[in-house]
C-alpha cells in the first residue's frame, strides 16, 4: 500500500465536488469558466475532484478536454443532483488498481474476503472474526438503524423512515429529500476519487449489477460519518432550500473527516495481501503507466507495445 501513497497529495488535497445548473461552462485561455447571464464564474478544475452539472447546463468540447486533462471527474446529475446519470474522467494512468480490483473479484474466496473487509471497516470497534457474511449485514442494519435515530434525536427532527417517491419529490420530508439529494453528491466524490485512484465504478463487491455498484459500495463506507449529519443538518435549517443546505453541510463534512484522504487509504488496502486464489497471478500494486502505448500481455512476461513484431518466431 505504501507504493499507493504518491496518489494521496492529488486526492486528499482536492476540493470535493462543484455543483453547476443553468449556465454555459467553456475554456476561457487557459482555465474553465461558467457563464450564467452576465456572470463568469472561473472554475478551479485543477483543485477539485468532481464537477457535478446539473440541468440546463451546457459545456464545450474544449472545456471537457481541459477539465480531463487536470483529471476532474465530470458528473452528469438530475436537478439539485438528485439523479446521478453518468460520469468520465480520472487522474491515473496505470490498470494496476483495475486489475487487482478485477482479480479479486473474480475468484470467490477473495471477493468474499474484500466484502468481509467493507463490512468491518464501517465499524469504530473490532469484530469478532467468526462472523458469517449473514451476521456482518445484520450488525450494520442495526447500526445503520440506531445511526438514523440519533441523528433524529441530535436533530430535533421526527424520523418516520427512509421513504420518498422519485416521480413525486415535492411530497417526500425535507430530511429524505436532504438524503437523497446529499446521497447523489457523496456518490459524485466518491466516483472521482475512484476514477482517480484508478479503479473501476462497476466492479462491486457488496453491491452487484450495476454500473456504479463499487461507487455504492464505498459511499457505504462514510455514509453514515458524512452523510446523514449533513443531511439531518439541512433537514433542520429552515433558512433556504435543502437540496442547496445539504451540498453545502455535506462539502463541509467531506472536508472535516478527511474523507477523502481516508478513501485514498481505504481502497489499496482492501486490495492488499490477499490470499491469490488457484492461478489468478496478481499484478504489483502500483506499476509504472508507461508511455501512451503500453505493454502487450505475454504467459511469460509482457512485451513492448508500438513494436512491430514481424520478426518474433514468424
Not at 464537477?51 to 481541459?66: D, E, F, M, R, W
Request: glycine fraction near 8%.
Amino acid at each position: 500500500m505504501e507504493k499507493n501513497l504518491h496518489i494521496l497529495p492529488r486526492v486528499a488535497d482536492s476540493a470535493s465536488f462543484l455543483y453547476i445548473e443553468k449556465a454555459f461552462i467553456e475554456k476561457d485561455d487557459t482555465s474553465v469558466t461558467a457563464r450564467a447571464g452576465e456572470s463568469i464564474t472561473r472554475i478551479p478544475a485543477a483543485s477539485i475532484l468532481a464537477l457535478v452539472l446539473g440541468p440546463g447546463t451546457s459545456i464545450t468540447h474544449a472545456a471537457i478536454s481541459a477539465l480531463g486533462e487536470t483529471g476532474c471527474a465530470v458528473i452528469w446529475a438530475g436537478e439539485d443532483s438528485v439523479r446521478f446519470y453518468a460520469a468520465g474522467g480520472g487522474r491515473s494512468r496505470s490498470a494496476a488498481a483495475v486489475m487487482r480490483q478485477a482479480l479479486a473479484w473474480a475468484a470467490p474466496a477473495t471477493r468474499l474476503e474484500v466484502t468481509r473487509r467493507m463490512y468491518r471497516m464501517r465499524f469504530p470497534e473490532p469484530l469478532p472474526a467468526n462472523l458469517t457474511l449473514q451476521q456482518l449485514r445484520g450488525r450494520e442494519g442495526v447500526r445503520v438503524r440506531e445511526a438514523y435515530q440519533a441523528a433524529a434525536r441530535a436533530t430535533g427532527i421526527e424520523w418516520r423512515g427512509r421513504n420518498y417517491d422519485r416521480s413525486n419529490w415535492a411530497d417526500a420530508d425535507p430530511v429524505n429529500r436532504a438524503l437523497s439529494a446529499g446521497a447523489a453528491c457523496l456518490y459524485g466524490a466518491c466516483h472521482g476519487a475512484i476514477a482517480a485512484l484508478g479503479y473501476s465504478p462497476a466492479i462491486g463487491f457488496i453491491h452487484t449489477g450495476k454500473q456504479l455498484s463499487f461507487v455504492y459500495d464505498v459511499a457505504d463506507l462514510y455514509k453514515i460519518d458524512v452523510l446523514l449529519p449533513a443531511a439531518f443538518e439541512a433537514a433542520s435549517n429552515a433558512t433556504e432550500r435543502v437540496e442547496s443546505a445539504v451540498r453545502r453541510a455535506l462539502r463541509a463534512r467531506i472536508q472535516g473527516t478527511r474523507m477523502l484522504e481516508r478513501i485514498a487509504r481505504d481502497l489499496p488496502a482492501l486490495f492488499a495481501d490477499l490470499t491469490e486464489a488457484g492461478d489468478l497471478d496478481f499484478p504489483p500494486e502500483e506499476m509504472d503507466a508507461g508511455d501512451l502505448v503500453g505493454q502487450l500481455w505475454d504467459p511469460s512476461g509482457n512485451v513492448d507495445g508500438g513494436v512491430n513484431h514481424a520478426g518474433d518466431d514468424a
